[in-house]
């Protein structure tokens, strides 16, 4: 019988919201602790750049009006900084907002979407949303198995979207370009190939930018919620061909991103200095949590990225033991890597306390 509550498709009934890394003040009036490490949602541990302090600040006395809905200064500094036409680009309140206005701009409740085991959890979230079939292709060594993918997209004539995230999170595994411009190449012209790129500024030799020159059927979505630092911000951007931007642009809000964070991203952005002073500090803290793992006998996935995705048995006593102790990262269970943890690469002080607290609990001291 219908109810107010019949949602508008059944697989809506089988969402889980969103698992979000806690927050460090819901941790503190949780568990009484006052001294918490947030090693839980990738964000930049050195913050932002400081050009973002004035640019916002130079904002503050206009807050009771709009922003420019089509974010015309931060298209252009977006265009110059990626050589594309700014009719390429299409702004979203953080680059989650993109994957859904994408979802619902292609993919109707007959449609297919094709994406990895492992890969983010929202691009099967989106399915359901849409009522879409989605299709789920086993992973191989923890990535992408383009060639299986390739494959589902054959076996699945009606595939209307194929989400790929390089890096990925949470595995950190990332796919060589030749490989992927070859996966690309093999697609029909019908389907649309998102690739997710929210960690590429870690791995800028895999930039596949180009792909957009050869291809139209490809759309790049980038955020400036990781190495930019501004998660709470809520800024994001998609690259495609300009009749994909067209279509995404009549889809998304007319206000869908803030006067504040349109001006903090276009001076985030003019700073890549900032984004190599946060790459060398991830390599650098990323080989020593490599080598703390292995000092402590833990198996890890080479990651690409700003986390690492680290084994170990109980994890979700572990976890619990750590939220205990003040250091929040991310337990695995959702994706069905129970024995799995993912932890956001940090500043020294944060990592050692983390290695310190997992090391006295692993040897119940
Ligand atoms: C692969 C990937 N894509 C997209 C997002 C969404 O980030 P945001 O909406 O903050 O841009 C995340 C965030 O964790 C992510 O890991």
């Not at 619902?104 to 979230?125: H, K, L, P, T």
């Not at 923890?142 to 390089?166: C, S, W, Y």
């Not at 500024?201 to 790049?220: G, K, M, T």
């Not at 991310?330 to 956001?344: H, I, K």
């Amino acid at each position: 019988m219908l109810s107010p509550l019949t949602p508008a498709y059944d697989s809506i009934l089988e969402l889980a919201p969103y698992q979000t890394g806690k927050p460090v003040e819901e941790l503190k009036r949780e568990y009484g602790v006052s001294d918490v490490v947030k090693l839980a949602s990738n964000e930049n541990p050195l913050g932002c750049s400081p050009h973002v302090t004035l640019a916002i600040t130079e904002q503050l006395g206009q807050l009771a009006r709009y922003p420019d809905g089509n974010g015309y200064y931060l298209k252009q500094a977006l265009a110059d900084f990626n050589n594309i036409s700014a009719k390429c680009i299409t702004l979203g309140n953080g680059s989650d907002d993109l994957l859904d206005i994408l979802a619902r701009s292609f993919v109707g409740s007959d449609d297919v979407i094709v994406y990895s085991q492992y890969a983010f959890i929202v691009y099967s979230m989106l399915a359901k949303m849409q009522g879409a079939t989605d299709i789920e292709v086993p992973t191989q060594r923890f990535g992408h198995d383009l060639a299986a993918m390739r494959q589902a997209v054959e076996d699945n004539p009606k595939t209307k979207m194929v989400f790929i995230a390089n890096p990925n999170n949470p595995t950190g595994t990332m796919l060589e370009h030749k490989a992927l411009r070859e996966f690309v190449a093999s697609m029909p012209a019908s389907v649309l190939v998102v690739l997710d790129e929210a960690y590429i500024e870690y791995s800028p030799e895999s930039n596949n930018r180009a792909l957009l020159d050869e291809f139209d059927n490809v759309v790049i979505v980038r955020t400036f919620s990781k190495a930019y630092g501004l998660a709470g911000l809520r800024v994001g951007y998609a690259l495609s061909s300009p009749a994909v931007a067209d279509l995404l642009n009549r889809i998304r809000q007319p206000f869908n991103v803030s006067r504040i964070a349109l001006a903090a991203a276009e001076a985030a952005l003019t700073d890549q200095d900032f984004i190599e002073k946060t790459r060398v500090s991830n390599l650098e803290q990323m080989r020593w949590l490599e080598k703390q793992f292995d000092a402590l006998g833990l198996a890890f996935i080479k990651s690409h990225a700003n986390f690492i995705m680290v084994e170990i048995e109980d994890a979700v006593a572990i976890n619990q033991a750590l939220l205990e102790q003040g250091v929040i990262v991310r337990p695995l269970a959702g994706y069905g890597l129970s024995d799995w943890l993912r932890v956001t690469v940090g500043v020294a002080e944060d990592n050692l306390r983390l290695i310190d607290t997992l090391h006295s609990i692993l040897n119940d001291d």
